[in-house]
């Protein structure tokens, strides 16, 4: 495994990393014992950057990573969230309030096990409270020394500013990948410009590219990429054409669909740190295999024209989840 630094930190974090989010929320049904054999498989890779929030699961996706984050404490270096709280009724809303986080992070300790995060996430920015108050109240848990470093996650070059101004920032999560470029307009050359790592979630495009998904029948009921526009309908089907396209040049280059487009985010700068997400071990050493897959010019010449020839078609999220993203 190849390393990269936090930000303007001396901290060195895996090129890639794990997002664990699907271990316990968003795709089907759950396999605890091989999520924590998946982890034990990335310390032995040399994963040690792990993600994670309190929302995923409820809690549980935390305490699953507490039974291999407590006896290797000194070997991961562990990100979490706050700020999605749920409804009764199973719906989710955002509340970035310096009270609510104060809850929270106490939660997400106790979950972990751990008497400090290394990396603390907002996981959204509340438009209902000002960025300054939430980032003053975060660097309070940094004076307390119950969190090393600060993130946002989706957020707008202005909140970017804003909060960098109150505390550093040390990395922005975003969703970034062949797929979904948005971060390249604005917010790319902001985190630039102010020494803060990029952290892309979804580098696979949630599967759409890895050529792993050819029916939708595959995924589970509860599989939330059944909500999303680009899994739907005509969507759907011009997207398969894409991904078609992209496992040929994956096929050209002697590599996996997934580690051609983990690569092809590596490409684009050492100051990003791409987290794929996975819980099985056989994905996770695919992923990792993608540190060994060097892009050149013409590689990446090959897939831009391949994405005119094929533009993704459909948004990202649903109408709702997109009122929540870029804030």
Known sequence: MEYRTLGNSEEKLSAIGLGCMGMSHAYGSLDNEESMATLHKALDLGINFWDTADMYGNGLNEELLSNVLVPNRDKVFIATKFGFRWRENGTNYFDGSPDYMKTAVEKSLKRLKTDTIDLYYAHRIDPNVPVEDMVGAMAGLVKEGKVRYLGLSEASPASIRKAHAVHPISALQSEYSILTRDVEKEILATVRELGISLVPYSPLARGLVTATVTD?????????????????????????????????????KNCKPSQLAIAWVLAQGEDIIP????????????????????????DLAAIEELLIKYPVKGE??????????NN
Do not use: C, H
Not at 281 to 296: F, H, M, P, S, T
Not at 316 to 325: D, F, I, Q
């Open 275 to 298: 987290i794929p997400g996975t819980k099985k071990r056989k994905y996770l050493e695919e992923n990792a295999g993608a540190i060994d897959v060097k892009l050149n010019a013409d």
């Open 216 to 252: 939708l029948n595959q995924l589970a009921e509860n599989d939330f990429r059944r909500t999303l526009p680009r899994f739907n309908g005509d969507n759907w089907s011009d997207n398969q054409k894409l991904a078609e396209g992209f496992a040929a040049l994956a096929n050209d």
């Open 316 to 325: 990202r999220y649903s109408e709702g989840a997109l009122k929540m993203v």
